[in-house]
């Protein structure tokens, strides 16, 4: 089982950015798709965005298109969550998380496609 370690979290102001980060040990990412989900105290954990294997397949929930850019590198291992143009709704522990789909024409969405979690990084975004 792949083990993934998120970082990047952390204090930021309305409008500002952070990079998030996940790497991963013990297995190669590069036949996984990846996702970032996110839980807020007193709510569900959701889907913020995921990524298939390549690169080449990107969603992003509705509430964070266009502010948000899932990325990966599969020779350093590690997937990105930039988060531009914070706001106060995107205070979470945000989760990384690794799929056994592997595919060209889809990518996984719903928290029982992905089998390998991280712990979690907070980011607070205050107004």
């Not at 294997?53 to 350093?76: E, H, L, P, Q």
Request: proline letters at 2%.
């Amino acid at each position: 089982q792949v083990q993934l370690v998120e970082s990047g979290g952390g204090l930021v102001q309305a409008g500002g950015s952070l990079r998030l980060s996940c790497a991963a040990s013990g297995r190669t990412l590069s036949r996984h798709a990846m996702g970032w989900f996110r839980q807020a105290p007193g709510k569900e954990r959701e889907f913020v965005a995921a990524i298939n294997w390549s690169g080449g397949i990107t969603y992003y929930a509705d509430s964070v298109k266009g502010r948000f850019t899932i990325s990966r590198d599969n020779a350093k291992n590690t997937v990105y969550l930039q988060m531009n143009s914070l706001k106060p709704e995107d205070t979470a522990i945000y989760y990384c998380a690794a799929s056994n789909f592997y595919s060209d024409y889809g990518i996984p969405i719903a928290l029982a496609d992905f089998g390998s979690w991280g712990q979690g990084t907070q980011v607070t975004v205050s107004s």
